[in-house]
């Protein structure tokens, strides 16, 4: 049994420091005990993960699986494996909060500064009164401490960030834990163990280089869509458009934004209906749109909005959260229609150029241009607006 004094004053030292042969040692430990004693002072039992193909590392049991693997290359110079442990009753509102949050990357070998000194994305850890209560430089390798307290619960959780940086392995860890499932001296030694367990299986050097590459990729995938939207609108007589002011061509309005990107509006005005008084109120909502024709019922290509005065003032709205009018058509229409007494639908679609998951709607206009006939018949039978009669259109 290894006395208590002994134990206290072994506890004090750093596990590096503890392990040197250099340091003497107030007891002799047998290689069994030695082992005892490592596990005691590393804190946490580790299980060992793989990081893909690429490498293996023993993490804490209580961060769980990984999880968001969608984003581990969503930084140009780093691998980011992120494993996490979260409150559950907290986390129900949405927003996402744990008891630890581990990030352990694989930087490239051109890894800048400026990225070690943010966060991996998916390290979103809100910290409320941070410090920094441990910061040591040994050759390649950096360790720091933040204390803060964790905005879980209106007095907040005591907490550390334990972040570990290996230039010459490439190996960046960065961990969250709440002190009452991890304390200050326990995290040290665990974030020390993780270090020592990381294995590169498989240089990812291939992997950075199509991650660096990316950038130009997609900035040319961009300029292919927008050239291809242009020659689309260009082929149906909507060449030169100016953002901000729409134009009509065959019973639609089209509309070009270029800020803060590139954008086009597909626009028809449908008619009114009456308010329920003449000084506005509260708009009659659309049914849920349905276009009956070819052969079965399909939802239609964009939504049905309107333009009404309530609560003392004019708004433009939609049930199904799709963008607003653009500003030119938003300027042009709220000078046409300011009656209060009168509430104006349109029918509106909107296409973001560079971020449509194919070509389809940047090769043509029919998408939505088939479609209009229907749905003017749909309003011109009150079938659009229940419970109303439908005026038309103001010219």
Do not use: C
Not at 234 to 248: D, E, N, Q, T
Not at 281 to 309: C, D, H, K, M, N
Not at 363 to 383: D, H, K, N
Request: aromatic content about 8%; charged content about 25%.
């Amino acid at each position: 049994m290894i006395p208590h004094r002994t134990l206290l004053s072994l506890l004090s030292l750093p596990l590096p420091l503890l392990l040197s042969p250099a340091v003497p040692s107030p007891v002799a430990l047998t290689p069994l005990r030695q082992s005892a004693m490592l596990s005691f002072l590393q804190g946490e039992r580790l299980m060992e993960r793989r990081l893909d193909r690429v490498a293996t590392i023993k993490v804490p049991k209580g961060v769980k699986e990984e999880s968001l693997m969608g984003a581990r290359s969503d930084q140009n110079d780093r691998l980011a494996f992120t494993f996490g442990n979260k409150y559950l009753w907290a986390s129900m509102s949405g927003m996402a909060h744990y008891k630890q949050l581990l990030v352990v990357s694989i930087m490239s070998p051109d890894a800048t500064a400026e990225s070690l000194a943010r966060y991996p994305r998916t390290f979103r850890i809100s910290r409320n009164k941070p410090k920094v209560v441990h910061d040591v430089t040994r050759g390649s390798v950096s360790l720091s401490v933040t204390a803060y307290s964790y905005p879980v619960s209106d007095d907040g959780e005591p907490s550390h960030i334990f972040e570990y940086y290996d230039r010459s392995r490439r190996l960046h860890i960065v961990w969250h834990a709440v002190v009452k499932e991890v304390s200050l001296a326990s995290g040290l030694q665990t974030v020390e163990a993780m270090a020592t367990s990381f294995r590169m299986i498989a240089d990812p050097a291939a992997q950075f280089t199509e991650m660096s590459d990316r950038p130009r990729r997609e900035a040319a995938e961009r300029a292919r869509r927008r050239e291809l939207a242009q020659r689309t609108l260009a082929a149906a007589g909507l060449g030169g458009l100016v953002p901000g002011r729409p134009v009509l061509k065959d019973g639609v309005y089209v509309e070009w934004m270029s800020d803060p990107e590139p954008r086009y509006q597909l626009f028809v005005p449908l008619g009114r209906v009456r308010a329920v008084s003449a000084q506005g109120g509260f708009p009659p909502r659309p049914t849920p749109p349905l276009v009956t024709g070819g052969g079965g019922q399909t939802t239609l290509a964009g939504s049905i909005g309107w333009r009404a005065f309530r609560e003392g003032e004019w708004e433009f709205s939609n049930n199904e959260d799709a963008y607003l009018p653009l500003e030119g058509l938003s300027k042009m229409f709220a000078a046409r229609y300011n009656d209060p007494g009168e509430v104006f639908y349109y029918y509106v679609a909107t296409v973001r150029v560079e971020e449509e998951d194919t070509d389809d709607l940047l090769t043509s206009l029919q998408w939505f241009t088939r479609g209009v006939p229907e749905v003017q018949r749909l309003w011109r039978e009150g079938a659009l607006v229940r419970g109303t009669t439908p005026l038309p259109p103001r010219d």
